[in-house]
């Protein structure tokens, strides 16, 4: 039986941090890519500078016990602050009765979507660990979640649930977002050993899974985004609580798995599992740094989802500005470990993929005016206005 009822918006502690005036704004769309960049970047300098080879003073830890520590210590920072801002309230305005209790029809969504999200987490860096250019890898990885993006829109359009077009400019920018990350893959190409990874099943397993499982979240985040009824405000932060407990019972469950595989399953000396439990059992020295360098990779989930799920925009616009974000943010880390470091200075295709990439967000910023006046004439962001203000005045307790 489904039930149907009009609540008092809550107000979730902590909105400020993510939230800045409307939801929809321009201005908090640029805040969060400001943030998003900024934790993408401390990321990856983090990740050069623990994996880094250890006869030249680096730490030395190989991706999977990179993986481990600095998992571990990522997935409790959304956990701390969906603690501390009540994000766990969710907001719902259709509820059944699922053995003998109310629950959200919401969550027979929301929680495969964070099962995805546990695949997604170890799928990241296991492809790092995999006879696979470490460039290649993120190539692919990028490209896919855009391509991935402008897929859904065409879907959720055909299907009624996204009323919104997706505007020329947006189609431009996905072409040459492509271009951008298609120039890493055309100089691999006269490499010797780049796709080497096509021979391994290993490998094809692991990128296969990885796409799959954002396909399948990116659709869902969508489809909570558009299905919402006229006036209705969605609870992003209510939808993100309950994917990372999804997501954290997911990652925890296989880590179990895992590690206690050889008994379970018999499965001897197969490499990857023999490092992963040694690599708990036996903590390697200065492991706690490495965990602590996961902070910043907690707070880049956390902007990662609201910027899939930003307020009036179709998910090709919302991939782009993501995935557009994080290959800029690459380059950056790459730039200041060359200066700090002295690591690797980016490559020739680099700086071209990033030309094409300025190219894309030229686009971008040309869709965005447009869609805010379309926002703006269909009264979508006085509407969020008017919301967030009765919250303010009239805030539901716990």
């Not at 719902?92 to 929680?111: C, D, Q, T, W």
């Not at 055309?186 to 296969?208: H, K, V, Y």
């Not at 290959?327 to 690591?343: D, Q, S, V």
Request: include cysteine; glycine fraction near 8%; charged fraction near 15%.
């Amino acid at each position: 039986m489904v039930t149907t009822a009009r609540r008092k918006p809550i107000r979730h502690k902590g909105e400020t941090m993510f939230v800045k005036a409307n939801e929809g704004s321009t201005k908090n769309l640029i805040h969060m890519c400001v943030m998003y960049f900024i934790c993408y970047v401390a990321t990856g300098f983090t990740v050069k500078y623990f994996m880094g080879p250890a006869d030249q003073g680096f730490p030395g830890l190989n991706g999977i016990e990179y993986l481990v520590y600095s998992t571990a210590a990522a997935m409790m920072v959304p956990l701390l602050i969906i603690l501390i801002g009540r994000w766990y309230r969710f907001e719902s305005h259709r509820r059944v009765n699922f053995l003998g209790a109310k629950m959200p029809v919401e969550f027979f969504y929301i929680i495969p979507s964070g099962l995805c999200t546990a695949v997604v987490i170890p799928t990241t860096t296991l492809m790092y660990t995999l006879p696979i250019s470490v460039m290649v890898a993120m190539v692919i990885m990028r490209g896919s979640v855009i391509v991935i993006s402008r897929f859904v829109d065409s879907i959720q359009i055909k299907q009624g649930i996204l009323h919104k077009k997706v505007y020329a400019e947006e189609n431009w920018a996905v072409l040459f977002a492509v271009v951008a990350v298609a120039i890493n893959i055309f100089w691999a190409s006269g490499q010797p050993g780049q796709f080497d990874f096509l021979q391994s099943t290993a490998a094809m397993a692991i990128l296969g899974s990885y796409i799959v499982a954002y396909a399948i979240r990116i659709y869902i985040m969508n489809y909570y985004k558009n299905s919402a009824g006229k006036g209705l405000k969605r609870d992003n932060y209510g939808f993100f609580a309950i994917e990372q407990f999804a997501a954290m019972g997911g990652v925890a469950l296989t880590a179990y798995l895992v590690f206690n595989s050889p008994a379970l399953f018999g499965w001897e000396g197969i490499a990857q599992i023999e490092i992963f439990r040694s690599t708990i059992l036996t903590p390697k020295v200065g492991w706690s740094w490495a965990a602590l360098s996961g902070v910043t990779f907690g707070l880049v989930a956390v902007y990662s989802v609201f910027l899939f799920m930003f307020k009036g925009r179709t998910a090709t616009f919302a991939g782009l500005v993501n995935r557009l974000t994080s290959l800029i943010a690459g380059t950056a880390a790459t730039l200041l470990f060359y200066y700090f470091f002295g690591g690797k200075f980016p490559k020739t295709e680099d700086w071209a993929s990033l030309a094409f990439i300025l190219v894309a967000i030229g686009f971008m910023a040309a869709a965005e005016k447009k869609r805010v006046r379309e926002l703006e004439k269909t009264h979508e962001l006085e509407l969020e206005d008017r919301l967030i203000q009765k919250q303010v005045i009239s805030p539901q307790t716990a």
